[in-house]
């Protein structure tokens, strides 16, 4: 990207701040802008749909996967492989950190980083999802 093209730094700031904080900058952003008449750029906008869309389907399939772990626990021979998976993602890998937590930081990381790097970041169905919303 040239120079010229890049966003302004405090959009960069504000939008890998929404990352870091599940998408609450975003929306504080959001009212913000729009009391004072103005909507915030197509970068802005784009990493903060981007950020709650992330965080809400995140939270959604953290709960399936907990409710259908729950109902499979109770099964008799089931239950011991359950707990043995579960310890397998959610137990010390590195650092203390498990798995999932590693992977979780990972994608987040980059999101982050391109995002303050003023470019848009791509997550294969998440992008995709928000690309398809926003009017050329």
Sequence with gaps: M?????????????????????????????????????LPSRFGLYHIMQ?????????????????V?????????????????IYLFNGPFVFGYSVMQCLIYGVLLYLIVFSFMGLYAYLPFFSDVIKANFRD
């Design 2 to 38: 040239e120079r010229s093209t890049l966003p302004k730094m405090s959009e960069r700031i504000l939008a890998a701040l929404t990352y870091m904080t599940a998408g609450t900058v975003g929306i504080v952003w959001l009212i913000v802008t729009t009391v004072r008449g103005n």
């Design 69 to 85: 772990t729950e109902l499979l626990s109770n099964i008799p021979f089931l239950n011991r492989l359950i707990r043995q998976l």
């Design 51 to 67: 950020s709650i869309f992330i965080y809400l389907c995140y939270i959604i399939v953290n709960w399936i996967f907990w409710t």
